[in-house]
């Protein structure tokens, strides 16, 4: 049976084992077994959760010096999904930083049983992604690019070859397929048991049977949990807790939001084939079938995700306790017609089990990682997505770093449980979305995908206004947004024809819109951004956040600052822009989905202080974007006020009435290096003066227009945004924002240091703009982000953005330059010279592209007016 | 060729049924069963076709099409008024079995195409399929008040799918504004709709007023009289298609207000019970009818419509629903049903009408104590009446209820159209002691139970093509959504991967049907018409019988009318208990 998968894994802790589990499945040895270890009654680290996930995290505590760990699992370790988990280790992922994770895996467990003597079934059988279609195969290809920069040996194949490969598949409808030959097979539970003895040797303590109940939380900080046996005190509390860690995380006396839902997820075990397959054959995926097929003894194992998933334990954890999860035959039928497709040969292979085995999946589709933005200390490692083995080594070392060092050692924000609010945590919405989010884990992933599920949970109250007039929407962080709008009369393509990698069918339409901000003026609805408004009774406010930012915000009252929200190794945690409203308060503007990391960095950083308040006000203000040369007269019509440069120079910000609305924020910038205006509108106006500006600018041409307008505008401008090009891990040196650095504003402020040394030493990548040279935008693939880029045939980095330039009828991608060793591959600094010095060519699914790299933007771009040190560098969407 | 033979051969009467004979060899071709047909004026002539059929299948196939389809072409132009006007009752018989495999037969169906007039798509996608079976459908919720539903029935699906061009089944639902109850009823007609139609507009009236109240009718009387608004007797549940023909409403309102003038003069102060009130709703709108045809119309149009009514024939099922009190009467072969879910889950069907025809042994028994003995063998032939009509009781069907004079007279008497028609010319034979034929329904009481979940209405369209138990199954697994297919587990057996994934797409196929209907009715036609050997869907075969071009569509199917109505066992359970 399939718990022979389990049968030489006899976990074996140090303890002596605590009989007498009222829950325990087989009483009948656990009556023979002696008394549980006593639980300590404090500890630095409580993990909860013993699957392969909390192991991981227990053991890279170890690694870097915290020996003062308990592990709490309420079973036994590796008992839940776990246990029942298809041990497929596999580098092939679409996300950068989970394709870092799933490296490590592999190395990590390849080693695993060398270093502690737990055999861990690791076997190299490297792994075969099908193409069914041309689309498919570009997803691959771009992928390999991916993998082969990153030094993991991958290799578009022909559907011959996949062949030769594996001796049972059916190739006539292949176009295709990627070869990533190191990936790999382990039993998922020797992984997790291996990795826990290795803890446990490291001095992890491991406690079975025993389950939190409660997290005890003091203003604001983990001081212990109560679990069923006693109370732990403890510093630092991980939940690990996989499908459940939704409740866990609800079980404290804070309530920490957890965004994930279980669905449901099947796989056949088959007996041995007659002439079993060998253990070295490798592992198929076939995403346009919808499933994977490893060997298993002989036989295969294969499940898959289905269009139609099965969402369970919505209302929390009930009866249907997982060994009673039923095997549903009829819901697997889609998958085992793709698998007899696939190989028509195992007609005659006998059954042997349907394993139905929940797995937790994300708003996003990415796992969950971090510390709550609520409660210091709370730490949260769950949502795998059904890749829990593939990822469980990397993430449980970055968050271990994490909570040791205090950041980890790379970029993980696209993981980061604070991309998440309060929002994503409602039942509903969960269950809805993982519905759609398990089926993409095999759909095809194309440039500016949006969710279906969970829509218009956020809205501006020009909403329907901005539909009825033909806007198509995207959502972030749960707020409607505009990406284009379709002129009446025109109809674009239904959502699933829409996809492509090549060019959209919006591009005249965004083109026009592009257009019209260039030449006339434009009205893009911005409500979405992030607001605070930061005062105080005395001088605290300024003092405050002249530490925080890194920008001089002692100006003048009236003025607005970008400026960057740096951590202490001078990287962005945050970019805004800072209006001084007066001499002791301040209106911060930053991205969308700075909401809960933004509030969280600063209030944990802000002197408890109660003269000293800052308030979320995004919910107050309309935000709208009036881009273009003709805004200035739009407004000054609306406004009976002298509007010109003179009196209304950039980087202002002025309180003035629009139509009959008074107390209006008017800040000259638009985000986009364009002239034009940002209104911030108490909500209750924001009808009347969207109708005023309407009214008024139909005769200055005024249109309508959405994000992809203002993406192509930024990214022609050479304007970095939060979240897609910087991030933690890049300083103002490296982007070019030197300017926005006041290093000598009289008094300290965090990440100086840091740049102060860059500014010595130079910087080890550099932010730079390439322009497409020889790319066809009608017939050649778009450019994303992630391509790689080569500089004299050499990998130097990757893009962070891109988008199709209609003033220079180019594509424009940025992206990091980095200078490694032609020998060492040591990082090394890299000058302006270097930069200037090279051809570039930039990787599109394996093709490559001719690309001239510039440090700074077309001037002729500009409009003249402007001065050039008042050029805003900044905005902040992100795709 | 061998077919011209043939109907040299069998003298000229055959010429009617060669063109049926050419359906027949396209029946072959598209491997559906073909409904036997039977020309009821000539039936005495007819052999049983089956024996035609071995000495066709014989020949070669590219010459019988074309010959075929010359005849077909031919006959149905030469004798299409026949087709039209005769009154056609067929019986299901034995299913022929396809000699051809699918893909050649259909191959030789475009082949034998190619040769008539009007080219045809002959597989209809699932999407024009659906478009078809939905056309007529229509469901009605009774509102809830303060959140709960308080009425006995929850509601009703209803749908029909025509046979005939135009069809012949009408369908009624309305609710009593004076009285408590919901009238429900299915309409068969035969030798033309207009029986049915009528039927269909009129009957609920003279319902509703047999079970009024003396004191309401004399009050509506009294607002009659003296031109004041009338209280508002009927809420019609009607779908676009169910029409009400304005020109002979007045007729139509006097004569049903003579009814209720009598009704108030024989006042005899008790209670209406309503088995009685339907009855005699039945018998008096039957009268009313004949006397109208009797009586003729000054305005010409009248005229002609009261005689087609009259001359045209329709069977009647209806049901009362008033709390608990389920009543159905019942005139000819038209069926009500129960659907009764059974303690353990599954569906069981009980009966709540006889089909008054031949194979009801005491309807025959009644017709022939109604006859002299002289006539026993001439009163049921062939399982018809007299030789030629199905139903033993219907509507209309004067041919059956008059005196040979009186037909006579008022045909000559009349229009020309009727005077034209060999059908109202033509005399049954053996019409010695009219009438033959009476419209009084059969009614049957029944006190509703929790486990009485639904009740199906239908003409016989939908019960010569599947059983009741079928029916009940299908709609009771539909209402509830679920499917007592037992989960599948493989537990210790050797299953390959093979077998299961035959095993899945099976059940599959069972399933996926459901889910394309919001309408019980609709479902339950789907499975009339598309329903294979193993009682699935198979959308090839439901695509098949949708696309048949109207003339041959008669051929293999009847007109379908179904009202499926959603009993409430909430309320049913509270009512049961509170009479305990």
Redo the contacts between chains.
Sequence with gaps: MFLRLLSDVRWRPAAPRWSGAARCPRSTSAAAEPPPAPLPGQARVVVCGGGVVGASVAYHLARLGWRDVVLLEQGRLAAGTTRFCAGIVSTARHVSIELKMADYSNKLYQQLEQETGVQTGYMKTGSISLAQTQDRLISLKRIASSLNVMGIPCEIITPKQVAQLHPLINIHDLVGAMYVPEDALVSSANVSLALATAASRNGVQIHERTSVSHVLIQKGRVTGVETDRGKIQCQYFVNCAGQWAYELGHSGDEPVSIPLHACEHFY?L?HPLKEPLASSVPTIVDPDGRIYIRNWQGGILSGGFEKNPKPLFTEGRNQLEIQNL?????H??PL??A??RRMPD?????????VNCPESFTPDMRCIMGESPTVRGYFVLAGMNSAGISYGGGAGKYLAEWMVNGYPSENVWPLDLKRFGTLQSSRTFLRHRVMEVMPLMCDLKVPRWDFQTGRQLRTSPLYDRLDAQGARWMEKHGFERVKYFVPPGKDLLDLDQSKTFYKPDWFDIVGSEVKCCKEAVCVIDMSSFTKFEISSTGDQALESLQYLFSNDLDVPVGHVVHTGMLNEKGGYENDCSIARLSKRSFFMISPTDQQVHCWAWLKNRLPNDSNLTMEDVTWKYTALNLIGPRAVDVLSELSYAPITPEHFPSLFCKEMSVGYANGIRVMSITHTGEPGFMLYIPIEYALHVYNEVMNMGQKYGIRNAGYYALRSLRIEKFFAFWGQDLDAFTTPMECGREFQVKLDKGMQFVGQEALLEQKQNGVYKRFTMFILEDHDTDMDLWPWWGEPIFRNGRYVGKTTSSAYSYTLERHVCLGFVHHFDEKTGEELVVTTDFINQGEYEIDIAGQRFQAKAKLYPFSSLFTHRRRKDEVELSGYQRE | MELHCLSGLLSLPYCYLSGCKSYRIYAELLAIPVRSSRLPLLSDAMPAPTHLFPLIRNCEISRICSTVCYCHHKHLCCFSSHFAHGHFRYAPQKRFAALYRPKENFNHFIHARDYASTPQRFYLTPPQVNSILKANEYSFKVPEFDGKNVSSVLGFDSNQLPANAPIEDRRSAATCLQTRGMLLGVFDGHAGCACAQAVSERLFYYIAVSLLPHETLLEIENAVESGRALLPILQWHKHPNDYFSKEASKLYFNSLRTYWQELIDLNSGETTDVKEALINAFKRLDNDISLEAQVGDPNSFLNYLVLRVAFSGATACVAHVDGVDLHVANTGDSRAMLGVQEEDGSWSAVNLSYDHNAQNEREVERVKTEHPKSEEKSLVKQDRLLGLLMPFRAFGDVKFKWSIELQKRVVESGPDQLNDNEYTKFIPPNYHTPPYLTAEPEVIHHKLRPQDKFLVLATDGLWETMHRQDVARIVGEYLTGVHH?Q????GGY?????Q??GL??E??AR?SSVFEDQNAATHLIRHAVGNNEFGTVDHERLSKMLSLPEELARMYRDDITIIVVQFNSHVIGACQNEEL
Excluded: C, N
């Design positions: 056949l088959t039923q095997e549903d035959w009829d697997f039928e085992l017609s698998l007899l195992l007609e005659a292979l006998q059954i042997m089990q349907l | 297919q989960p599948i587990a493989v050797k299953v390959t991967l093979g299961m994934h899945l797409t059940r599959r399933i």
